[in-house]
């Protein structure tokens, strides 16, 4: 099972240049077997930039994963701490065997009704996906 996220471009670039080895979400995906994950760099960009292994999952209050985390965050503390503000609890996902792609992929040209998801949603790349 694959998930793909939607992450900002100035984080997925973070993501792709090695800056940025944790992903930070408030929800995280309840099926336990996914495999790979899927950046969709979120608007203007709106395309599918690159995939990567889950290496783990952290869980814990934003100020616990902040200090366990945040050498590697690539984001800036004020940024993290808006993004959790009011929650008790977070994830952050380590960012393993990262795979760019080199041009990336409109999923709009395999599935003509793509919504990017809010958050995550479950995924399939198509086997010519550039991957």
């Known amino acids: 099972m694959n998930v793909l ?12 240049n090695g800056e940025k ?9 309840k099926e336990k077997n996914v495999e790979k994950v ?3 760099s979120s608007s203007p960009v709106k395309k599918i930039v690159g995939a ?4 783990g999952i952290i869980e ?12 590697k965050s690539g984001i800036p503390k004020e940024d993290f701490f808006t993004y959790f503000n009011g929650s008790e609890k ?17 999923p709009r040209s395999f599935n003509q009704d793509f919504v990017p998801p ?9 086997t ?4």
């Open 90 to 106: 977070g994830y952050a996902i380590k960012i393993d065997e990262l795979e760019p792609i080199k041009d990336p992929i409109d």
């Open 38 to 40: 899927y950046i969709y």
């Open 60 to 71: 814990g209050h934003p100020e616990q994963i902040w200090n366990k985390c945040q050498k």
């Open 5 to 16: 996220l939607s992450i900002k471009p100035k984080y997925a670039n973070a993501i792709l």
């Open 21 to 29: 080895e944790y992903e930070f979400r408030k929800v995280i995906f």
């Open 128 to 131: 010519n996906g550039g991957l």
């Open 118 to 126: 809010q958050s995550f949603c479950y995924f399939d790349m198509p």
């Open 52 to 55: 990567f292994v889950v290496g």
